[in-house]
């Protein structure tokens, strides 16, 4: 006599369903990661789906477009800064905010953000303007202020070198080399930029 027998397959444990913000911070999380990894002109809305581990209509849902989307996810993902670095010396100071700078530009919702200003075309750039302005240019441009300021009140900096020129001056160069040229920002570039480029013009008294 034969006996069968019958196992029945093990039970499939299913992942909880994710709503509202938990579900929106994984879809903005997959979006960071696909322009960090793919860039923006490889990011779909499908991979992004595929990457929260949830249905493209989840994604279409609460962001029409991919500019949107990318918006959001910028937003949520940079970092903050919110006080200037003081070890007691304008040159101190600004080489801690910009080592700090080179961490924000080469972690992963920095390299997001560097893959849309290098990929994207005239009319998308402008979608992002705001993005960029209120979340990396006005903060960055804030501390350099602060520092500046901080560096006349001490004497080591001359009083008319704090102005919109010299404050935009650290973060047009970081970002210019790092488009233009490649450069990773390592301590030595970091202390020649310094030493080099911002002491002299904030201590020359100009011709």
């Known amino acids: 006599m034969v006996t069968s027998r019958w ?25 960071l990661e696909q322009l960090s990894t793919v860039g923006w002109n490889g ?16 994604v279409y849902r609460r962001w029409p477009s991919k500019e949107d989307l990318v918006a959001d996810a910028l937003r949520a993902g940079l970092p903050r800064f919110e006080e200037a670095p003081d070890l007691g010396g304008v040159r101190e100071d600004l080489l801690e905010l910009c080592r700090q700078a080179r961490e924000a530009m080469f972690s992963r919702p920095g390299s997001a953000l560097r893959s849309v200003i290098h990929e994207c075309d ?7 303007h705001a993005v960029i302005f209120n979340g990396v240019v ?6 350099l202020r602060q520092i500046i300021t901080r560096g006349v009140g ?10 919109d020129y010299v404050f935009d001056a650290i973060p047009a160069m970081m970002m210019y080399r790092s488009k233009m040229r ?13 030493d080099r480029f911002m002491l002299p013009l904030l201590r020359s008294s100009g011709p």
């Open 7 to 31: 196992t029945a397959a093990p039970a499939q444990t299913a992942s909880p369903r994710r709503r509202g913000a938990v579900l929106e911070r994984a879809i903005l999380d997959a979006a």
């Open 43 to 58: 990011l779909t809305m499908e991979g992004v789906a595929a990457g929260a581990q949830t249905g493209k209509a989840a």
């Open 122 to 128: 005239q009319t998308q750039a402008e979608r992002f």
């Open 182 to 194: 490649g450069s990773e920002w390592d301590d030595q570039d970091v202390e020649e930029m310094i």
């Open 138 to 143: 006005e903060p960055s441009v804030k501390l």
């Open 154 to 163: 001490r004497g080591e900096v001359r009083p008319d070198a704090a102005n």
